[in-house]
């Protein structure tokens, strides 16, 4: 059984940075994408990037040149390293581990960034 758990979200000023990690428990064996997401009240979930067990990294154009995706694999960990947040980034951030068979969320993390 995969579970996956968030943490490392705040409240932080305009122009901050957070590290966000995604800790899995449980077996994965073969292809698997991670993949980050954010969704503000009202608002559709928004994919933010991603990360599969080969190093294949996908960012989100709005996020690109801002946040960083990484793993590590000896801690089934993936991160989320954010800066320069803004206002409008605010929103409860998740993570996901998808693969044949498999579909599994976090509870998320909370990022709320004041102006």
């Known amino acids: 059984q995969v579970q996956l758990v968030e943490s490392g979200g705040g409240l932080v000023q305009a122009g901050g940075s957070l590290r966000l990690s995604c800790a899995a428990s449980?077996?994965?064996?073969?292809?698997?994408?991670v993949g980050w997401y954010r969704q503000a009240p009202g608002q559709q979930r928004e994919f933010l990037a991603s990360?599969?067990?080969?190093?294949?990294?996908n960012y989100a154009d709005s996020v690109k040149g801002r946040f960083t995706i990484s793993g590590d694999n000896a801690k089934k960990t993936t991160y989320l390293q954010m800066y320069n947040l803004k206002p409008e980034d605010t929103a409860l951030y998740s993570c996901?581990?998808?693969?044949?068979?498999?579909?599994?969320w976090g509870q998320g993390t909370q990022v709320t960034v004041s102006s």
């Open positions: 996901n581990l998808r693969k044949i068979g498999l579909d599994v």
């Open positions: 449980g077996r994965i064996i073969g292809f698997y994408v």
């Open positions: 990360l599969t067990n080969v190093g294949t990294i």
